[in-house]
């Protein structure tokens, strides 16, 4: 009785590592799998979980997609080659297409900007001299009107010739004055005073001459003027029209689409990694199936599925060890975080008769910096997990 007293205790924990699992207990015996998990933690019965896992980069595994549609002309890597930011990939051969349409665009672009640059040029030429016709015209105006007021002043052309004028009018009035006297008339013939009449017209003659030249060439200095004004305008408008015509911005935006296009044309490397998988050989089309497969090895981690009923039994921080015949030796790493969301496990059990009506949250646990390279060469292996987790508290019976 004293002997089966003592073996309670022991089945008890047993008991409690099986249940927390996704295996019942008649099949933790069938299943020797989890038991060097359990062994390489170093728990005591019923202080360690034990559940199914997989190793992952803990940034994933990043699918490289090209457009479909387009084909793979060369591949410029080899699976396990680390790779840098920016590093070539491979090369589509719509790539070199994408090529040749920006080269095309931006020729065209620079010749019609090279045409504008002429058009301006000849432009600013001619505003430079419609400025120099307009400073002209306006010396023209000045000048006359200068002319005009000299002519009119004392001692000038137009007073003079008004003044004799003045000095004919007067005279022609003596002389007919003179014509109606009884003592004078008989000496003032009817042609002095015509021949006296003819140089008042000749006098107001020249007068009117002289003032409507002056007049011409202040109202000619002013249309001169307003021609060179409108000139100014022509050209600035001709140039702002050049500008509008030319297509130079709309040029732009499709140079800035074909880099776009050409961008997503170029194989290279979005991450430092290494390339785990190349699925798609040089000749073959492109289609929604990733042309390789890159990770960042330089953190691993292990997602494990543990029954909700152990939830509470996990700490962060907690140590686990990750077993698998497919490694060398065991895994070291701790519980980084819990997931919040349940749901069914994804992963099979190994062993076939195991319970599946049971629901799981992932934990997410890190792989120590030792354990990291061997994680590394197994991506996605399906792996045992064992976690130090708060023990039962156990009663004797």
């Known amino acids: ?31 020797s799998g989890t038991l060097p998990a359990l062994v390489a933690l170093g728990a005591k019965p019923g202080a360690a979980i034990v559940a199914q896992g997989q190793i992952e980069p803990a940034k994933g595994v990043l699918p490289i997609v090209t457009p479909p549609g387009d084909r793979v ?21 719509g790539q070199q297409v994408k090529e040749l349409e920006l080269e095309i665009a931006i020729a065209k672009r620079d010749e019609t900007i090279a045409k504008l640059k002429a058009e301006e040029s000849a432009a600013a030429a001619n505003m430079e001299v419609a400025k120099v016709g307009f400073e002209q015209a306006k010396l023209t105006v000045d000048q006359a009107a200068r002319n005009l007021e000299e002519a009119e002043s004392d001692g000038g052309k137009l007073a003079l010739l008004t003044q004799q004028l003045s ?67 022509a050209n600035e408008l001709a140039m702002a029209a050049a500008k509008s015509a030319s297509g130079v911005q709309t040029m732009e935006k499709q140079i800035e689409l074909l880099r776009l296009q050409l961008q997503n044309t170029k194989l290279t490397s979005p991450i ?19 042309i390789m ?29 990750i077993t698998s015949s497919a490694l060398r030796a065991p895994l070291q ?8 969301l349940v749901g069914s496990p994804r992963l099979p059990s190994p062993n076939p008769m195991s319970r599946v009506d049971w629901r799981s949250a992932q934990v997410i646990i890190s792989i120590e910096a030792g354990s990291i390279e061997a994680a590394a060469e197994r991506i996605q292996l399906q792996v045992d997990v064992a976690i130090e987790a708060i023990p039962i508290l156990n009663s004797s019976i």
């Open 1 to 31: 009785m004293s002997t089966n007293k003592q073996s309670i205790p022991l089945l008890f924990g047993w008991l409690a590592i099986v249940g927390c699992g996704q295996t019942d207990v008649e099949n933790i015996s069938s299943h």
């Open 73 to 93: 002309a060369s591949i410029a890597v080899t699976e396990g080659q680390a790779v840098k930011v920016g590093d070539v990939l491979g090369r589509l051969e």
């Open 167 to 233: 000095i004919a009018e007067a005279k022609l009035s003596q002389l007919r004055a003179a014509a109606k006297d009884r003592d004078t008339g008989r000496l003032i013939t009817p042609s002095v005073i015509e021949q006296q009449q003819l140089l008042v017209d000749q006098s107001r003659s020249q007068v009117n001459i002289a003032r409507r030249e002056a007049q011409q060439k202040i109202a000619e200095g002013k249309l001169s003027v307003e021609r060179a004004q409108k000139e100014i305008l």
């Open 272 to 290: 430092d990694g290494i390339v785990v998988s190349i699925d798609t050989k040089a000749g073959e089309p492109t289609t929604a199936v990733p």
């Open 293 to 321: 497969r890159l990770a960042d090895t330089s953190r691993m981690i292990a997602r494990a599925e543990i029954n909700v009923v152990d939830l509470q039994r996990v700490t962060i921080g907690a140590k686990a060890t």
């Open 333 to 340: 790493g701790k519980v980084k975080s819990i997931s919040q």
